[in-house]
């Protein structure tokens, strides 16, 4: 009998990869959505579409309604959508959280399920919507899945780390495609090592089917490529997937101020660094798809590489006043 699975989301970005994942492995599929992105699967045999709100108790009823083995929800940005969802598909065989890596709260290397905690959230942030609360209540919302599981529902959560890949509406890794494609020195920010842990969309869309068909109730996930690359790896990597060779430079923070620039300006940087640990989903027989592959294909993929300005990231005419400082040195 063919197996149901329903998303909460998914017109977009991981959706989209997640949705093609379970199609591929034999699911139906319905995506519940509000309909205000263009659904890649308008005409694809064996996905339905139900609008609707999932802030809404009726349409989530609706949803439900539909009766499906497995749901993923990809956007509940609060813990009380969480809570809403876990009642309304408490008789599903899985219900999938997409949780995040910015849940946990203490900056351990790496960060494991279990061990490293997460962070606290007030009722003030949980109905928050800023960045600023971002990592809480995704917390909140696995603290949300554990009360439900501990309640007898099938529940449990996937927390990724960094995700790019093809269709990445935040544009933070067509920066250094970008800058790789277009100039021959790529100014990296601190000495080229920093280490913020990503993850390829298909890894997270492998992650989301592997969890829901075995994973156990009331455990997390997290879900990060099998190897890190730092900040110069993925430039090198880049490189390599556009045939081509970078200087890559590094520069400190007082070099950077020589162009009114700080690390933190540039996309991927982060200090500590953010690494988990991703041994337990490996236990359910989640093959991960390696870097090398996952950048050629976002690469290939990256919209206007040939721009003249990334999308995000600091502008080239600062960067060139901290390569020319660099050059004097």
């Known amino acids: 009998m063919t197996r149901h ?37 308008a005409d694809s045999e064996g996905v339905d579409h139900l ?51 910015a849940a946990y709260g203490a900056e351990a290397v790496p960060k494991r399920e ?29 603290r949300a899945v554990f009360a439900a599981a501990e309640d007898g529902v099938n529940a449990m959560s996937v927390r990724p780390c960094v995700v790019y890949g093809p269709h990445d ?16 020195r790529v100014l990296v920010p601190g000495d080229g090592t920093n280490l913020w842990h990503r993850v390829s969309v298909e890894n997270v869309a492998r992650a989301l089917r592997v ?48 162009g009114g620039l700080e690390p933190g300006d540039f996309p991927l940087y982060r200090d500590p ?12 027989g989640w093959e991960p798809q390696s870097p090398t592959e996952a950048v050629a294909e976002t690469v290939e993929e990256t919209p206007e590489r040939e721009a003249d300005e990334a999308q995000a990231g600091p502008d080239r005419e600062a960067e060139e006043r901290v390569l020319g400082v660099l050059d004097t040195l």
């Open 51 to 101: 609008h609707g709100d999932r802030t809404d108790d009726g349409d989530l009823a609706d949803a439900a309604v539909r009766d499906p083995d497995v749901v993923v929800d990809l956007v509940a940005y609060q813990p009380r959508e969480v809570r809403a969802a876990t009642r309304a598909f408490d008789d599903a065989d899985a219900y999938v959280y997409v949780s995040s890596g």
């Open 273 to 284: 660094p953010h690494v988990l640990d991703t041994n337990k989903l490996r236990s359910l």
């Open 211 to 258: 969890v829901a068909e075995e994973g156990a109730p009331g455990e997390a996930y997290n879900v990060g490529d099998w190897r890190l690359q730092t900040l110069r790896g993925t430039v090198e990597t880049v490189a390599d997937a556009l045939d081509t060779e970078v200087e890559v430079v590094t520069a400190g923070e007082r070099e950077l101020a020589a």
């Open 114 to 142: 279990g061990e490293t905690d997460l962070e606290p959230c007030s009722e003030q942030q949980a109905t928050d919507d800023s960045g600023a609360t971002y990592g809480a209540r995704k917390a909140e919302g696995d």
């Open 5 to 41: 699975a329903l998303f909460v989301g998914g017109t977009r970005f991981i959706g989209r990869r997640a949705v093609r994942e379970f199609r591929d492995a034999g699911y139906d599929v319905t995506v519940f959505h509000r309909g205000e992105h263009e659904s890649p699967f």
């Open 169 to 184: 509406y935040t544009r933070r890794f067509d920066y250094w495609v970008q800058r790789v494609a277009n100039y021959d």
